[in-house]
DNA sequence: CATGGGATTTGATTTACATCAAACGCGCTC
DNA sequence: GAGCGCGTTTGATGTAAATCAAATCCCATG
């Protein structure tokens, strides 16, 4: 079964991280080595199924995405839950909790992973002498404030073959600008996760994702995914279908 | 018709706005004479219908809403829009705009308003200077994100009974933080402009609004609305219904 | 005050998706 | 390798909401 631990904590300088061009692609001219060390973070890993951080809990960090899968969600009371998002390497997750100093949804680890703890306090007081570093932390809030826009969008006014079209084309395109095939990937989370991120059912996922298949768009085995035509399937997010 | 002209533009000063607990909540001691100044910004009018900004156009300031009362839609090129929110007094604007420099959707004000347009390079530089200030950016860049998860959970698993309490509620919370009426108060917005925001159909916004009337938990007459049991309301905004 | 156009309500019908249900497949553990 | 459980697929049926359509209301304008 999962044990939700932390392996292994380490810590870790920014200035030699890979993934920097993707979660902190600051001007290096700007950083003296000592603002560095200031900025240095702690890495955790995390298996399959441990929570990153849970809802309520108090802030504290940030959290950068080394390698691995999440998914963020929330809880309604009733016991409903609505999956906000997945997140994969490079990508920034914690921001919810600024607001109220605790964090609002809880994050979970999809596969085994490890991130790199970045102390918000830190991160405040350092972004007060770097004009760059402040930039870029408004541009990564901003950033997650128009994905969201573009979910309700997604939620609101699409259909579900839509949906599903765009969510197959996103993770195409980020597996794409980490180096990884935009065209053959596996999908780390379940049907039921999907149906939850995207509004509908698991069922109606699976039948969604046959029809893809039996139009020959894609092919998928369990979560394997292939895509055959990126073009035929950005065609199926629009209105319902005007065949060319 | 509408003429979206900005009307009468003015220096202000956050230091005698009435709104500064909700758009600018600071504790006032961090700030000296010299300092306000530096955050002094200008008052713009719009009237209904007029374009607080456009999707595209260049960023250069957020905005807060003095009087008034605005909508932020987002445009597909296919041409559906989703409203992505009702804005109101106290409440900051523009902040999808950080990430890009351009702005992500439309701002359009849907009765006569009036904003204080908060250029944001003065207010980066600003909060280098001042950690309350800095801190409280953060926030309401924050908040905005936890608002949009909200809206997330609403148009992923609500049904539209729900989502329309749920909106109701919202607004009643707003008025009264703002000295209003809990319970009676005018809808701005068309039945369209809330569907779109809520993820339904204009017709299902009416037929559910005659529905809640039908039940006896409000009146709506036109686009004044008077809630006679808030608890009832709130009751809506769950599973199915296991009638106490 | 009369006129016209958009907003709203309400009804009839259709439909996309949910729900219910069963079978299958795959990866576990024993 | 047998047995079990979870995730997935697929089918049959039900339903909430969309769509289509018409009547009414309300405000703006001449």
Redesign the pocket.
Known sequence: ?QKPVTLAPLRVACSGCNLRELCMPMDLSDLDMEQLDDLTCIKHAYQRGGFLYRSGAKFQSLYAIRTGFFKTQVLHEDGREQVTGFQMAGEIIGMDAISSDAHACDAIALEDSEVCEIPFSRMEELSRKLPTLQRHLHRILSREIVRDQGIMLLLGS??????LAAFLLNLSQRFAARGYSPTSFY?R?????I?SYL????????????NF?GAGLIT????SVEIHNLQKLQRFVGPPQECV
Not at 158 to 163: D, L, P
Not at 201 to 210: A, F, G, N, P
């Open positions: 079964m699409m259909r579900a073959e839509e949906r999908l989370m379940t049907r039921q996760e149906g509004g509908m059912k698991l069922e109606t996922v699976s039948r969604t994702l046959s298949q998928i085995r369990n979560k």
